[in-house]
């Protein structure tokens, strides 16, 4: 059973920065694809960025290209998310994700990963 924890979330202000980090138990990370979701209350959970297995595919929901950054480090068996200019509306929930089955992006479907954090609550004031 993999587990996954985040870090990292916080409470920032409109224009600030935060780097998201998952740590993996699993050492077969490298072969996951991972991804960052986001559930603000009332709402349903939402992709917001994923990258391939393989680390030569990202995929961004567009409310966030150009801000979010997702990245990994397979040596630590974690999984990054740099968010910048943050706004008001990025406030949620960030889950990280996995799927252990060499899955093509996009894979936007909170239903296709096999694996989640427990979340980390990112809060943006204006």
């Known amino acids: 059973q993999v587990q996954l924890v985040e870090s990292g979330g916080g409470l920032v202000q409109a224009g600030g920065s935060l780097r998201l980090s998952c740590a993996a138990s699993?050492?077969?990370?490298?072969?996951?694809?991972m991804a960052w979701f986001r559930q603000a209350p009332g709402k349903e959970r939402d992709i917001v960025a994923a990258?391939?297995?393989?680390?030569?595919?990202?995929y961004y929901a567009d409310s966030v290209k150009g801000r979010f950054t997702i990245s990994r480090d397979n040596a630590k068996n974690t999984v990054y998310l740099q968010m910048n200019s943050l706004k008001p509306e990025d406030t949620a929930v960030y889950y990280c994700?996995?799927?252990?089955?060499?899955?093509?992006?996009?894979?936007?479907?909170?239903?296709?990963?096999?694996?989640w954090g427990q979340g980390t609550q990112v809060t943006v004031s204006s």
């Open positions: 994700a996995a799927n252990p089955n060499y899955p093509t992006l996009p894979l936007p479907l909170p239903a296709a990963y096999d694996y």
């Open positions: 990258m391939r297995w393989s680390g030569d595919t990202t």
């Open positions: 699993e050492r077969t990370f490298s072969s996951y694809t």
